[in-house]
């Protein structure tokens, strides 16, 4: 008489033994109660999950989900995409156009420079020799920082309600 | 059937959503019940059944055999159930509210269904996981050691244990 095998009436159960594996099994369950009560209860446990599990049904709606999912996360991809696309595209501009015009680029900067330079001179020369001049500069500057301090408050304000 | 299956899961790989639409449709049943059997919950089952769709759709080009994508997707949510349930394991214990509901869904066997479901979740992730897979999908034990990639003896002696860790606790349900 064989030991218990009560490693492979799983297996018994569900028709996974070779004939020779289940012969055995079928001769020692003949006369051993507590396999046979062991086989019995996993064959009706078995039965249940089935019964049981099968009656869940998935939501009516599951497949508009995913696609509605997929599509977001496509279009969110794309934007990805393109805010990566653009500052990379810019910086490929700039440097096509370092290769091709760098020593004109350089020369056109520095003429630029030297000219905002010339004029920034003559400018803060004018407004000391001309007090009128001068003074009216300041008037105007203070009246353009009181309006835009103005338009700032009237904006977080409207904001803020 | 298998042609037409094959098709869809054919145009899907190019792109089409129509066809995985289609597939959605034909597998959602099988993939909803495992999510749910695993994680005991319809939320949560409902969120990886989501993932593991997304994430098909997004890798059907890796997949090996158009034919072979049943077994696939159900490798795909079986994963992510566990990964979910290793990130968040589980108070084991059905709340009060599982009940109301559970009672509410069921008005007959509703003793046995909530006491089978309780027993269910008492098991191990991995218990849980082959007794679903063999009874609730009807793989067979080759098959599931191919999903699982674990060998054929482990499914026999896994699901061996989880059926015998079941029953004992059920018998304590009747104590």
């Known amino acids: 008489m064989m030991d218990h095998p009560i490693d492979w009436l799983s297996a018994y159960i569900d028709d996974e033994l070779e004939a020779d594996q289940r012969q055995l099994i079928e001769d020692h369950l003949q006369h051993c109660e507590s396999c046979a009560a062991v086989v019995h209860d996993m064959m009706e446990l078995k039965a249940q999950v089935a019964g049981f599990y099968l009656t869940i049904e998935p939501p009516l709606y599951l497949e508009q989900q995913v696609i509605q999912a997929i599509n977001n996360k496509s279009s969110i991809d794309s934007w990805i995409r393109a805010w990566f696309a653009v500052p990379l595209a810019g910086i490929l501009c700039l440097v096509t156009l370092w290769f091709l015009f760098g020593p004109i680029l350089v020369r056109l900067v520095s003429a630029l420079f030297k000219f905002v330079l010339a004029a920034f001179y003559l400018f803060s020369n004018m407004a000391t020799s001309i007090p009128s001049v001068f003074g009216t500069v300041v008037i105007i500057a203070v009246m353009l920082l009181m309006i835009s301090g103005i338009s700032l408050r009237r904006l977080l304000r409207s904001t803020m309600q | ?175």
């Open chain 2, 1 to 175: 059937m298998d042609e037409e299956l094959h098709r869809y899961v054919h145009e899907a790989r190019l792109g089409n959503k129509e066809a995985f639409t289609e597939l959605i449709r034909r597998f959602k049943g099988n993939v909803y019940r495992h999510a749910y059997g695993m994680l005991g919950e319809r939320m949560e089952a409902e969120d990886v059944v989501q993932e593991a769709f997304i994430k098909a759709y997004y890798s059907l080009s890796r997949l090996e055999s158009d034919y072979a994508f049943a077994t696939w997707i159900m490798r795909i949510v079986s994963n992510l159930c566990l990964d979910r349930l290793k990130k968040h394991p589980k108070d084991q214990t059905v709340s009060n509210e599982r009940m109301v509901e559970l009672a509410a869904e069921q008005q007959g066997n509703t003793h046995l269904r909530i006491t089978l479901e309780e027993a269910m979740q008492q098991l191990s992730p991995e218990h849980r996981q082959v007794i679903l897979l063999h009874d609730v999908q009807g793989y067979r034990y080759e098959e599931m050691a191919a999903l699982l990639d674990v060998p054929l003896g482990t499914v026999k002696s896994r699901l061996n244990a989880a059926r015998l860790a079941l029953r004992n606790e059920l018998k304590k349900g009747d104590e």
